[in-house]
């Protein structure tokens, strides 16, 4: 299959081969995290890798979303850092950037991701700070399990027009 735009072809790929992801790659999805745009150029982030699979598990058990985790060979977890912030309750919205940053990277380098929210769910940052240690000013955000594919999904149109709106809100046709 020819590589398309990495934007209109990112698909939530939840199964994965057991072939490793490298620290090279890992780098380039962490990387792409980090230049994720940010308010007042706050960067309130923080990014727990997770490769041990006992860790994994147990992170695959903190929601009925989360059980894909137990079988990609990494999982990233995306922390908001409150006590980073210049720019108040603009964390979420970074942490929400650099979450998609590291999915459209996953698909430019041909791996498979998916993001599964773990905020704003109180039990599950609570569950999550529990299992990584993570200080109280640090909430868990999100959790990106990234591996290589084992599911090939197609790009899909998701445009629609009844969602545009010109100069002045309208009605929806239909």
């Given amino acids: 299959m020819p590589r398309t735009?990495?934007?209109?072809?990112?698909?939530?790929?939840?199964?994965f081969?057991?072939?490793?992801?490298?620290?090279?790659?890992?780098?380039?999805l962490l990387s792409a995290g980090m230049c994720a745009p940010s308010a007042d150029d706050e960067r309130?982030?923080?990014?727990?890798?997770?490769t041990d699979p006992s860790?994994?598990?147990t992170l695959s058990?903190?929601?009925?979303?989360?059980?894909?985790?137990?079988?990609?060979?990494?999982?990233?977890?995306?922390?908001?850092?409150e006590s980073l912030q210049k720019q108040h309750g603009c964390w979420m919205l970074d942490c929400s950037a650099a979450t998609e940053n590291i999915l459209l990277e996953a698909n430019l380098i041909g791996?498979?991701?998916?993001?599964?929210?773990?905020?704003p769910v109180?039990?599950?940052?609570?569950?999550v700070r529990l299992v990584t240690g993570a200080p109280q000013h640090v909430v868990p955000f999100s959790i990106v399990a990234v591996g290589h594919?084992?599911?090939?999904?197609?790009?899909?149109?998701?445009?629609?027009e009844c969602r545009v709106h010109y100069e002045q809100w309208k009605k929806s046709q239909g």
């Fill in 5 to 15: 735009d990495p934007i209109l072809s990112r698909r939530s790929i939840r199964r």
């Fill in 17 to 28: 081969t057991h072939e490793k992801v490298d620290e090279a790659q890992v780098r380039a």
């Fill in 44 to 50: 309130p982030w923080h990014f727990v890798v997770v």
């Fill in 55 to 57: 860790i994994r598990l």
């Fill in 61 to 81: 058990q903190v929601s009925a979303y989360t059980y894909v985790v137990k079988d990609s060979p990494v999982a990233i977890l995306v922390c908001g850092d």
């Fill in 111 to 119: 791996l498979g991701a998916v993001w599964l929210g773990i905020y």
């Fill in 122 to 127: 109180e039990g599950r940052i609570q569950k």
């Fill in 149 to 160: 594919p084992a599911e090939r999904k197609y790009p899909i149109s998701r445009y629609d």
